[in-house]
């Protein structure tokens, strides 16, 4: 299949599972919008290093994810929008009682409201072009519930449950959009959690790899951020013109239970 001619904007792409999601937008001929709150040097060479790798249009435009404003502005700036996929996301692990009202607010806002903006921000476009893809990378979060993690679980249930109205809302157009949730995937978001969980449940690193990011994982593997890309891919082709509104898990197994 080939995305020749389309733009894919990707928030939150200069690690992780949005930089996967870019390279393998990026190698099916799409142009590629790279994103995050920084602007350093580095962030504008990883797009000319992936425009160059696949011969395509790739610019970094930064953009702070937590602020409404700046995701418009990013869609606004980024001219085109036929894919949009909305990744940006950070986490915080603590019980309820003791949960930093400010983690708590900027989980919310990057990890839910960002995709509310965004996708505002660029149906237009799509509309305009007659074509396009609303891609939001939810979790088994956004589906199932863990301890310690409730901004975190509450913003990705509400982005599978945005994605819904999306599809319905877009349903009569060639537009789609879709929530793929990922179990684990070893990525700097899941390896700065690793700490953070063995301290919570008072356990070494690798007892909180075994026992409790992976305990309800049944495969026992990470996913991969390729895996993750291919499914972003599939989600662009015509054999996924008529999935919408919906879920699409690769979690392991997780949430079969
Ligand atoms: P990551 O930390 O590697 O990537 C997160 C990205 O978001 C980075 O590019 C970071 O710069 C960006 N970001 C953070 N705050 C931002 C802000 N204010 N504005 C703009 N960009 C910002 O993590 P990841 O694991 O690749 O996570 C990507 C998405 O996948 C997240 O939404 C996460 O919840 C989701 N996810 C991850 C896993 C996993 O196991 N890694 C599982 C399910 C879902």
Sequence with gaps: MSLK???AVVTGSNSGIGLGVARA???AGADVVLNSFTDNEE???LAAELGKEFGVNARYIKADMSKGAECRALIAQAGTCDILVNNAGIQHVAPIDEFPE????AIIAINMNSSFHCTAAALPMMRKAGWGRVINIASAHGLRASPFKSAYVTAKHGVVGMTKVIGLETAK???????ICPGYVLTPLVE???PDTAKEYGISEDEAIEKVILLKQPSKEFVTVEQIGGIALFLCS??????????????GGWTSQ
């Design 5 to 7: 001619g389309k733009t």
């Design 25 to 27: 937008l990026a190698e």
């Design 43 to 45: 962030d504008h060479a």
């Design 102 to 105: 400010e983690k708590w607010d």
């Design 173 to 179: 157009e060639p537009i789609t959009c879709n929530a």
């Design 192 to 194: 700065a959690q690793i």
């Design 238 to 251: 015509d054999a996924a013109s008529q999935i919408t509104g919906t879920t699409i898990s690769a979690d």
